[in-house]
């Protein structure tokens, strides 16, 4: 299956860089490359531009580099991780970024290709990985935690409110026989459901997979730790502009955002900050940027998104 993803808020996220044609730009989540395309065609390598794409999913990567051939001479596509963007770029010899990108969440590709296992739409074995490589997988979560660590990531990671009773019917199942496919583990959530409550909302089973899905990919917990990290990444004037796909990493990124722009920890009634801590720039988006009606109604998966940017600041 040929590597597709439609890039949200793509103008608006490239818009958000302010790109500079001779500047180094890094895509953390690098996909089918549709983001880093529109960035490349603003960039020129006889000025010294470079861009840096990061991507766990090994068809990402060979897709993006496909994909941007035409911008080779700047383009270095890295198969890892995004938490690993200080030590690649030090062995890279690059030492700060003009813009960083951040395009989270699961792609159209990896939903759609049945055997990943991401959807609950297409029977599959249970995996969720986006890195291959990943020696654990949704397998090995549905069917190797206790009921309490499995409430608690549905309860946390999905925000279901019937975490309590998926975390006992599944592990009531498994103790039959492993849970092994994607439509085992959609109808033990559908069962564990009310039958009115599955009436509004969307897919009973949509949660749950969400959940599942963060904690085989540790995406909350890389993202909380990097982000800070990239901040520091930045030059002076350099941009952050971070796409999330649901509260909680939405959350993080708010959090962080203001936390570097507003650092100090002194009680408010001191008259003058003495805990040291400086700003490290400013928020540009004091609400976050949100699809129009017309990109929602074209990529209806795009309806969740919001866009939030930080610029580094000069005296930091």
Not at 109 to 117: F, H, I, K, P, S
Not at 220 to 234: A, F, G, H, K, R
């Amino acid at each position: 299956m040929e590597f597709s993803h439609v890039s949200v808020l793509l103008k608006e996220t490239v818009d958000s860089l302010n790109i500079k044609e001779d500047g180094t730009y890094i895509d953390c989540t690098i996909g089918g490359g549709g983001h880093s395309f529109q960035i490349a065609k603003l960039l020129r390598p006889e000025k010294g531009a470079k861009l840096i794409g990061f991507d766990q999913d090994a068809a990402a990567v060979a897709a993006a580099t496909d994909r941007l051939k035409q911008f080779s001479r700047l383009l270095t596509v890295v198969h890892s991780n995004f938490s690993e963007i200080g030590q690649v770029l030090s062995d890279l010899g690059i030492d700060k970024a003009d813009g960083i990108l951040l395009d989270l969440g699961v792609s159209s590709y990896q939903l759609d290709e049945a055997g990943r296992g991401f959807s609950y739409m297409d029977d599959a074995p249970l995996d969720m990985r986006m890195d291959r490589r990943n020696p654990v997988s949704a397998y090995d979560i549905v069917n190797g935690y206790s009921e309490e660590e499995l409430f608690r990531i549905i309860r946390d990671y999905g925000e279901d409110r019937f975490a309590r009773n998926i975390a006992k019917n599944i592990v009531r199942k498994r103790e039959a026989s492993p849970v092994r496919t994607t439509f085992e583990l959609r109808d033990i959530v559908e069962a564990s459901i009310p039958a009115k409550v599955k009436k509004t909302g969307g897919h009973p089973a949509k949660r749950t997979f969400q959940a599942v899905r963060i904690e085989v990919n540790q995406e909350l917990s890389v993202l909380s730790d990097t982000l800070d990290t990239m901040i520091e990444l930045l030059k002076s004037g350099g941009r952050i502009s971070v796409i999330t796909f649901h509260s909680l990493e939405d959350r993080i990124v708010k959090q962080t955002f203001k936390r570097n722009e507003s650092p100090c920890i002194c009680p408010p009634d001191f008259p003058v900050c003495v805990c040291g801590r400086v700003s490290k720039g400013r928020v540009i988006t004091k609400k976050p940027i949100v699809p129009s009606g017309d990109e929602t109604e074209r990529n209806p998966r795009s309806k969740s998104a919001k866009l939030r940017v930080f610029e580094r600041g000069s005296d930091s």
